[in-house]
């Protein structure tokens, strides 16, 4: 009962993550992107070319309409290879981003100056719009989520290869910005195309690697190492390995606790510490990956043994 109800507040704070994620994301497009005709890739950047083409004609494609009908058929492929539950968020981001584009497209469209930097200001624009895209995508995909398009094929290919997500966002979306230019017969919205990329994919690929990022501690309690060892198992939910080890200048055998965790619980477990044992040496280091139960999954293939000539 207590793990249905842990679960069921865990699948709420996730969702209400996706949320903060998606809003950032649609601020991005709406007050940021769209205005100043910059365009990033994917999906989003797609339908946005197809707003942009078509605005003032009779066959107008609103950004939001193209975007939900390209993620629908994305998703039926999605579907078996990753699974209901990265489906079911991603849908939930899909749904929301294309109400979110829609309020946020009515609410630039309301106001009597739309450019919120200033006109001319299309280098800004596409700074900050490419922060908070690269912001909502990293904590949508922290989350178990995304807002789909190419963020679903990053996914797909993220699950069987150790490839960043924003490598793989850059990679697929370079093309779709370089489309620009049938649109507008303007490089200089391509550069700006290209520039929000980079920083987005930076910015999406710094959160994910902040979050993510693991420690590994080293624990010495000459008398209580074993209530510190229980608080970690029981309260921390991490394992714990004890270390035989000697204090050369004392002589005397003590035990070693060492910990990995992720950065995020640090804070938790330090504080645990020392109100078990404020006496306590804890030695601190940050690591780059850590793979195994309760941490990263390792993606690569393992190679094949050649087999040997007799």
Request: charged share 15%.
């Amino acid at each position: 009962m207590n793990l249905t109800r842990q679960q069921l507040f865990s699948d709420i704070r996730q969702y209400i993550a996706l949320f903060f994620g998606l809003i950032c994301y649609a601020v991005g497009w709406t007050a940021f992107m769209l205005p100043y005709g910059v365009t990033l890739g994917g999906v989003t950047g797609i339908a946005a070319l197809l707003d942009f083409a078509t605005e003032g004609s009779s066959f107008h494609i609103p950004i939001q309409l193209t975007y939900f009908v390209l993620n629908s058929i994305l998703l039926i492929f999605a579907l078996r290879i990753l699974g209901w539950k990265f489906c079911t968020k991603t849908i939930f981001g899909v749904v929301m981003l294309t109400l979110l584009l829609q309020i946020g497209k009515d609410i630039m469209g309301g106001l009597e100056n739309p450019f919120l930097l200033g006109e001319g200001e299309n280098f800004m624009s596409c700074v900050l719009g490419a922060c908070l895209c690269g912001l909502g995508l990293g904590i949508c995909f922290v989350n178990g989520g995304s807002t789909g398009g190419t963020d679903i094929i990053a996914a797909i290919i993220n699950k069987y290869r150790d490839i960043s997500f924003g490598t793989m966002v850059m990679l697929s979306d370079l093309v779709i910005i370089a489309c620009n230019y049938l649109v507008f017969h303007d490089i200089r919205r391509v550069l700006f195309g290209y520039v929000a990329l980079f920083i987005m994919s930076v910015v999406l690929d710094y959160y994910i690697n902040t979050t993510r990022q693991s420690v590994q501690l080293f624990i010495i309690s000459h008398n209580k190492h074993e209530e510190i060892a229980e608080f970690i198992t029981q309260q921390g939910h991490r394992g714990v390995t004890v270390l035989n080890a000697m204090g050369w200048y004392s002589k005397n055998e003590h035990d070693v606790l060492f910990v990995l965790a992720r950065k995020r619980e640090s804070s938790y477990l330090l504080s645990g510490i020392k109100q078990i044992d404020p006496e306590a040496f804890v030695s601190m280091a940050y690591v780059k990956g850590v793979y195994g139960n309760g941490f990263d999954r390792i993606k690569a293939k393992a190679k094949e043994k050649k087999s040997e000539k007799a």
